[in-house]
T-cell receptor, first 114, second 112 residues
């Protein structure tokens, strides 16, 4: 069991470019959650998805950010026209049921916007 | 407003010493409380999960306590090791397991 896999581990983008962050949940997990962690701050919830459905996106910025979890393949967090303030660590977690035991985090993607 | 507060913000101790980290919350209704350890540059790793009826739970040198009446939890680390240097995050879940509320974390540094 490889755990929650996130890639890339580090991503550098110039202002105005697009960033795509990928998350493959643990085997048997169908619930995926994305979090953002700014330097020296706690994790902030962004979005909760199940296969082909967005369950809760209350933490997502209204513009430029989108997330999907297709029937096949990893979950994708997409940030369009990145700005310096988007620089952060983005963590994905997965669980077999809604926020149940077995809730496991990935190692994160560190996005740097230059 | 659902909030989780942690203290101290940071802590420095010598290897081998014990320490206690605090977590206060206002999340209601309460479902469970989790403590996570987050090493620098890594994702959080679960240490303990406690429900309303549990007062204490141990995981090796880590012991968590919960007082649901006062809405307080503590994480006690015994005989600290250099590898305990990390951020410790308290996470409270309300609404029948939904809506995780994360605390800001306590940054622990264990020095030789």
């Amino acid at each position: 069991n490889a755990g929650v896999m996130q890639n890339p581990r580090h991503l550098v983008r110039r202002r105005g470019q697009e960033a795509r962050l990928r998350c493959s949940p643990m085997k048997g997990h169908s619930h995926v959650y994305w979090y953002r962690q700014l330097p020296e701050e706690g994790l902030k919830f962004m979005v909760y998805l199940q296969k082909e459905n967005i369950i809760d996106e209350s933490g997502m910025p209204k513009e430029r950010f989108s997330a999907e979890f297709p029937k096949e393949g990893p979950s994708i967090l997409r940030i369009q026209q990145v700005v310096r303030g988007d620089s952060a660590a983005y963590f994905c977690a997965s669980s077999p049921q809604d926020r149940s035991d077995g809730y496991t985090f990935g190692s994160g993607t560190r996005l740097t916007v230059v | 407003k659902n909030q989780v507060e942690q203290s101290p913000q940071s802590l420095i101790i010598l290897e081998g010493k014990n320490c206690t980290l605090q977590c206060n919350y206002t999340v209601s209704p309460f479902s469970n409380l989790r403590w996570y350890k987050q090493d620098t540059g890594r994702g959080p790793v679960s240490l303990t999960i406690m429900t309303f009826s549990e007062n204490t739970k141990s995981n090796g040198r880590y012991t968590a306590t919960l007082d649901a009446d006062t809405k307080q939890s503590s994480l006690h680390i015994t005989a600290s090791q250099l590898s305990d240097s990390a951020s410790y995050i308290c996470v409270v879940s309300g609404d029948y397991g939904q809506n995780f509320v994360f605390g800001p974390g306590t940054r622990l540094s264990v020095l030789p």
